[in-house]
């Protein structure tokens, strides 16, 4: 039932998407037309790409800052720490909506005394990247308090550099980590809605673009649009499980 | 030393990005144009006071139903074996990588007037009726994209429990209905507060939803945000007010909640000893 309720609105929309009659409810046979004409609209391959540069940059950003932070964090004192942690989390415990906002009033804020960084590209990078940091703190977190200590240790001892030893034991450590924390910063990137409505100004990523679509015109295309954003992330998940099955199997086997 | 400068660039970026932004909204809910400080913002606020109550009212309703269907696929879940639960949790976690935007277009799709639902029912020759623009559709909406998060952590919570007490309760002659009173329960409540928690905090300061399938006066906390930032009405010293005050609504909640959740440990903590 619940399965139903979850993946029936989906469905419905998939199916319609090859309706060929514009008149909603009515089937009138099958098209690819939707997709033709969503294939050719300059205005979501724009945004789609807008979307896939944001995300790009600003999880690669994010998660560079981020591994820094939970490296650097470890050495402060409990307290010091306490609090960077705290603060490191209030775009994840905060609303959206005030997330937003409070962006927004920043970039106003900056564009007005400064009379730079007008809202576009740029800002929604930054404000990505700050969304986007503390899901990349808490991949690599766990990680790093299972790291042990003494190998770092036993590697400047036997003569490593430090440089070489932070390379070679934590790094390679907490690899998975960082990459588990990029590609959930990707994900949460490309998802985003709220803060790209606030802070893009006149430049649209593809949720955006979505929202005032669905605002002019109820149009079949958007339910195109819907399925194949639909099978992507399908055949995403299914080649990352995949990916952590063959893992199981291979450590299973040594 | 070296592990200090590394930090740098982090705390620099937090503080502009994440501090100086919350300052600014407090700044802008006490100021007026000119700078000075006022109360009148604050006072603009409690012109709403049909919004701020229906945004927690239905935010309230959303999250029980979420609670109870939530719970009850979670328990039927967590009772498959182990290959079977992996697919299914998968399956609930899929939707949620999907674009909000979309989830509730499909449901307009199907509610509208001229919708799925109701080109069935005519089909039937029974009347089209209304379902758009209501507060239904918007707690429909709230369920529809939040059931998630309420399902995952209830059924981690019930994963960890341990087979062995549930041998024992039956052992010491309790059917399911006392085992689940008694055992299950109980030891599942830190996944139900936080499911709330992950339900209530969206659904209460959600936007866009509520315009979307509720229409004009179904408008949210969010919505009134929205327009004194970028709606009809450019008034960020009144948008940042709205939002002082949602922000402190929604942090005696999660306060509230935290309490349940610290009560409920030390009261477990005085049942071990």
Known sequence: ???????????????????????????????????????????????????????????????????????????????????????????????????????????????????????????LILSHTTFCIPYVILSIAPKISELNPNVYSAALDLGASPAYSFLKVILKEILPGIITGFILAFTVSIDDFVISYFTGGSVQTLSVAIYSMSRKVVSPEINALSSVLFFLVFILLIIINLRENKKVFKTGEI | MKKRIILTPYIVWCIVFIIVPMVLVLFFGLTDESGKFTTRNLCEVFLYPDVFLRSLWLGFKATAICLVVGYLSALIISRLNVKLQKILIILVMLPMWMNFLLKIY????????????????????????????????????????????????????????????????????????????????????????????????????????????????????????????????????????????????????????????????????????
């Open chain 1, 1 to 123: 039932m619940v399965f139903l309720f979850l993946y029936l609105p989906i469905v419905i929309l998939i199916i319609f998407s090859f309706n060929s009659s514009k008149e909603q409810m009515n089937f009138a046979g099958f098209t690819f037309y939707w997709y033709k004409i969503l294939f050719s609209d300059k205005e979501i391959l724009g945004s789609v790409l807008n979307t896939l540069i944001v995300a790009v940059v600003s999880s690669s950003i994010a998660t560079i800052l981020g591994t820094f932070a939970i490296i650097g964090v470890q050495n402060l004192k409990k307290i010091p720490k306490k609090i960077l942690i705290n603060i490191a989390n209030i775009p994840l415990i905060n609303p959206e909506v005030i997330t937003g906002v409070s962006l927004m009033l920043l970039f106003v804020f900056i564009n007005q005394n400064f009379k730079i960084l007008g809202q576009g590209l740029f800002t």
């Open chain 2, 106 to 273: 499909s449901l307009m799709f199907i509610l509208q007037d001229n919708g799925f639902i109701n080109g069935i029912l005519s089909s039937f020759g029974f009347s089209k009726f209304n379902m758009m623009n209501t507060e239904g559709a918007v707690i429909l909406g709230m369920v529809y994209n939040f059931l998630t998060y309420m399902i995952l952590p209830i059924h981690s919570s019930l994963v960890e429990i341990d087979e062995k007490l549930l041998d024992a309760a039956k052992d010491l002659g309790a059917n399911y209905f006392m085992t689940f009173v008694k055992v299950i329960f109980p030891l599942s409540i830190p996944g139900i507060v936080s499911g709330i928690a992950m339900v209530f905090i969206p659904s209460v300061s959600t936007f866009i939803l509520s315009k979307m399938l509720g229409g004009r006066q179904n408008f949210l906390v969010g919505d009134i945000i929205d327009m004194h930032f970028l709606g009809g009405i450019y008034d960020p010293h009144i948008g940042s007010a709205i939002s002082l005050v949602l922000m402190i609504l929604l942090l005696i909640c999660t306060g509230i909640i935290n309490q349940l959740q610290n009560e409920n440990k030390s009261k477990k903590g005085a049942l071990v000893i």
